[in-house]
């Protein structure tokens, strides 16, 4: 299928590395945070998600990571996979206010075997 | 559960005629947002409903989309007429309260 991000930063990482994909997000207001993958042709798969009372959260093979002093967020995937490779982007909102996701521009994710 | 269904999956036009896309959110999420996907790009908001309500429709060109979702459940978005600048893949996610939002597999739309 068409790929979804043919200009986004890409990030190489060899089969069985960890990798870790970054987001700077833009309303100091945001206070929920999710990570998505979008595989070519697909829509976007909800990841991982983080409340701001959290700096931490993991889940299978996923860790995400909240730094709201520098409004950044970080995604990592251990023991990287080839059915890992795919766009990566975070969403941001604040629940105190509509609900609306900004989205960021995205990672493209290339795992090497 | 159910994911988010929309359709078409695929649709090709010439520019000036119009085209609709249908969703179908989560069972129960009264949230429904539209976003447009140009290639190499993050998802754009263009509507997001409360119910049947509007929330937010800031980004949605209204001389030529228009969005409904009655009965707070399905809803659809039209262009009309379309351009060519409107080639893009249209998706539809829902939220609840204690959820994130769920995307559907898109609308891929091509304005020739």
């Known amino acids: 299928g068409e790929s979804v991000g043919l200009h986004l930063p890409t990030l190489s990482v060899q089969e069985g590395d960890n990798s870790i994909i970054n987001c700077a997000y833009s309303?100091?207001?945001?206070?929920?945070f999710i990570w998505y993958k979008q595989e070519s042709g697909k829509g976007p798969q909800f990841i991982i998600d983080i409340r701001s009372n959290m700096d931490k959260r993991q889940g299978q093979r996923v860790t995400v990571l909240l730094n709201k002093t520098v409004k950044h967020l970080s995604l990592q995937i251990a023991a990287t996979q080839p059915g890992d490779s795919a766009v990566y982007f975070c969403?941001?909102?604040?629940?105190?206010?509509?609900?609306?996701?900004?989205f960021g521009t995205g990672t493209r994710l290339k795992v090497l075997a | 559960e159910a994911g988010v269904a929309q359709s078409p999956r695929y649709k090709i036009i010439e520019k000036r005629q119009s085209v609709a896309f249908w969703c179908n959110p989560i069972s129960g999420h009264a949230t429904l947002y539209w976003y447009q996907q140009i290639l190499g790009q993050g998802p754009k908001l263009l509507i997001q409903f409360q119910n049947n309500g509007v929330v937010d429709d800031s980004q949605l060109p209204k001389d030529r989309f228009s969005a409904e979702r009655l009965k707070g459940v399905d809803s659809t978005l039209k262009i009309q007429p379309a351009k060519l600048e409107d080639s893009a893949v249209y998706l539809c996610a829902s939220s609840s309260r204690i959820s994130g939002a769920f995307f559907g597999q898109g609308t891929r739309l091509t304005v020739v």
């Open positions: 309303n100091s207001a945001s206070d929920y």
């Open positions: 969403a941001e909102t604040s629940t105190s206010g509509t609900y609306k996701y900004i």
